[in-house]
């Protein structure tokens, strides 16, 4: 069955994406990239270009090459916006003779819908290229505030191309999609989208089968593009301080300040403080000239703090228009790469006084959910195979108390996984298979769904003889265990029905607890973890030093004697730090029976 | 027929499972790729200063020497990670695929050739990573 493929058509840039196996993925273009500028052009040689290689041109052939075509599209051409955008846009743009919009790109006109097409076009192309097969239907996002004309026109766009657009979806509905919030009934959700070049909050309304738009506000001028506009002029402002020189007047300095401040802009969602450094930025009269600055977050956030404090004026006008109280949101989620910044994240949280959805990449958040939207319209493949799942981990006590797991939780069955083991005492004749299941990490904290016992190992050292423990689940969710040593192929298992047999409130229980637990128990098992290590340790050790003999000297031997004992004094205490900090000492020491041996063998040099 | 309806999931499941198995592969090897072209590419500024500098040199002076070495050893890393510079020549015509424009400059060629390289372009393994800045001709 053909797929459908999700597209989300941004002013800026475009991404498409798609549903397999009920998980959505971002598809990448011709170019291996992820996003593709929403530019056409006809070049100067009079070739179509889309996308990536139509903005490569842009800057020499600004007439002919259209961007932003998002903001005239389904637009009269006697709207404000129209007229206001005309202004800046470097296009031609006239009235159609419909009274719609018509721009021009090379000796002709275009509608806005036309170049969408192209570019919705190229995506299904690159799509297909991708999928190695054919692409014959999308779901396409517009803005919550587009009206029917907009939408239509952004359908007649798809169909130009050749799709056939299953359903146009408005982009904050798909975020939440992406978020998988709309199975949440009665929810209000506000979508906080900060692109590159517009601003837009939408206030929704999980009803029983829809998502309602309950307010949208937003500023179609206000986006990334604006922070970068503002630490451009800085630099430019502090580099004419320092070195006197007028950076603004050289466009190919300015080009290059462009990229450094957007790099920078990223580097500071992450790090404190960063370094842009231009080597040659432009040259005068007395030489190369340099650029070098350090740009601090804090001082990001001072260039930057109206334009936040703005949309957050923006995001509480448009949830009181929704005739909501703040307090009422359940939840917040953040789309647009500008969303990145800690600072601004900080705003919204600080408004709401919750946590914002931010997990997913706040650029890819509404192609994803548009590509859900599409999985959704297609109808998963009916699945012959019902397949269950684990619902809690499986595995053995170790050395030490420790539950080591061998099938992790939510494993898909029939399933079957093996780990080789040891012995914890030198001559131990067998070895205790204690099979637990849970999420805790210490054993005792598990249930202890059988025990059986593994004899008749040969003696041997510790650590040497090799006992492999399997775990096998069939269809049925019955587990069998079975140890085997390696040496002599003796074996014995144990068949468990119930290992799933718990009832879904336990199950869930178990789950809290594990998490409830999470800290204390981690405590536990590095103190458990400690001992073993000491316990090892010292006994390497012992056999060390006994093996070395006379080859160390004695002050060494005697040091290492120390040190062991003062490990064994506190390897049976509750304390991790002074296990780990005799054994690293002990270790430390123990590495001079390796110096002594080897430097007594080691050539003497003529 | 249930039996087969089972059989034939049970195909389905294993195909699918191979399937997955190979395209994960593939896209392991690509995020390999991919994570050395990121810091590759980060690295291309250092190149550029360089070139730069190297520009800039109106006589090869005996300090001079050390950093063009350098510069060389850092170019020869990068090849061998399959590094590639984009060749560019004064009079050829502006290709989007390798070049971008960044500004025109008046001369005696045709109309729209490259006439300068502004900041060199790179490919990775084939792929264009960065492509050569140019200004193109207009006429005077």
Known sequence: ?606 | MLEEEYLNGWKRAKADLINYQKDEAKRFEDVVRFSNAVIIKDLLAVLDSFASFEKNLAQPKQDAVGFLAIQSQMQDILKNHGLEKIKVTVGENFNPQFHESVGEAESELPVGVIVEEVTGGYLLNGLVIRPTKVKLSKSK
């Open chain 1, 1 to 606: 069955m053909a797929k459908i493929i999700g597209i989300d058509l941004g002013t800026t840039y475009s991404e498409v994406a798609i549903t397999e196996a009920g998980v959505p993925r971002i598809l990448e273009n011709a170019e291996g990239m992820r996003i593709t500028p929403s530019t056409v052009a006809i070049s100067k040689s009079g070739e179509r270009l889309v996308g990536l290689l139509a903005k490569r041109q842009a800057i020499t052939n600004p007439k002919n090459t259209i961007f932003s075509v998002k903001r005239l599209i389904g637009r009269k051409f006697t709207d404000i916006e129209v007229q206001h955008d005309k202004k800046w846009l470097p296009y031609e743009i006239k009235e159609s003779a419909t009274g719609g919009v018509e721009v021009k790109m090379g000796d002709a006109w275009y509608k806005p819908e036309e170049i969408s097409a192209m570019v919705l076009a190229k995506l299904k192309a690159d799509a297909e290229a991708k999928l190695g097969e054919k692409v014959e239907e999308a779901v396409i996002t517009v803005p919550a505030y587009f009206d029917d004309s907009q939408r239509q026109a952004t359908k007649n766009a798809g169909e130009i191309a050749g799709l056939k657009v299953k359903r146009i979806l408005n982009e904050p509905t798909a975020a939440a999609l992406a978020y998988g919030l709309n199975r949440q009934k009665n929810e209000k959700i506000v979508v906080y989208d900060f692109g590159g070049g517009t601003f837009d909050v939408s206030v929704l309304e999980v009803g029983d089968d829809t998502v309602e738009v309950k307010a949208t506000g937003g500023d179609t001028h206000l986006g990334g593009d604006d922070f970068d506009k503002r630490v451009i002029e800085y630099l430019v402002g502090e580099y004419k301080k320092t070195d006197g020189v007028d950076l603004a007047k050289d466009a190919l300095a300015l080009q290059r300040l462009k990229e450094a401040a957007e790099r920078a802009k990223h580097e500071l969602s992450g790090a404190f403080e960063t370094e842009i450094n231009l080597p040659y930025i432009t040259s005068d009269a007395s030489g190369p000239r340099h650029f070098l600055l350090k740009l601090t977050r804090a001082k990001l956030e001072e260039l930057v703090r109206d334009l936040i404090d703005r949309s957050v004026q923006i995001l509480g006008k448009t949830v009181k228009e929704a005739g909501l109280d703040v307090s009422a949101i359940n939840e917040i989620i953040l789309v647009g790469g500008q969303t990145r910044m800690p600072a601004m994240q900080e705003a919204v949280k600080k408004y709401f006084g919750k946590e914002p959805h931010k997990n997913l990449n706040p650029d890819e958040v509404v192609a994803i959910g548009a590509a859900a939207q599409a999985g959704i319209l297609q109808g998963e493949v009916k699945d012959v195979l019902l397949l269950d799942v684990t619902p809690l981990s499986l595995g053995i006590e170790t050395l030490g108390g420790v539950m080591t797991r061998i099938i992790e939780k939510n494993t898909t069955v029939p399933t079957a996984k093996s780990q080789v083991f040891s012995t914890a005492a030198d001559n131990q004749p067998s070895v205790e298979i204690h099979v637990l299941q849970g999420e805790r990490p210490m054993a005792t904290d598990n249930k202890t769904l059988a025990r059986f016992i593994l004899d008749g190992i040969p003696p041997a050292s510790r650590g040497t003889p090799q006992v492999e423990v399997t775990f096998d689940i069939d269809a049925n969710g019955i587990l069998s265990v079975s140890a085997k040593d390696k040496a002599t192929n003796r074996s014995q298992s144990i068949k468990i029905e119930a290992s799933t047999s718990l009832t879904k409130e336990q199950i869930e229980k178990l789950k809290a607890e594990a998490a409830q637990y999470a800290e204390e128990d981690r405590k536990k098992k590095d103190l458990a973890e400690a001992k073993n290590n000491a316990e090892q340790l010292v006994y390497a050790s012992e056999k060390a030093v006994k093996d070395a003999g006379e080859k160390i000297p004695a002050e060494t031997k005697d040091t290492i004697t120390k040190k062991i004992e003062a490990l064994k004094t506190v390897k049976d205490g509750q304390d991790a730090n002074a296990i780990k900090n005799a054994a690293n000492e002990l270790s430390a020491e123990i590495q001079k029976i390796g110096a002594a041996v080897y430097g007594k063998n080691e050539p003497k040099s003529s």
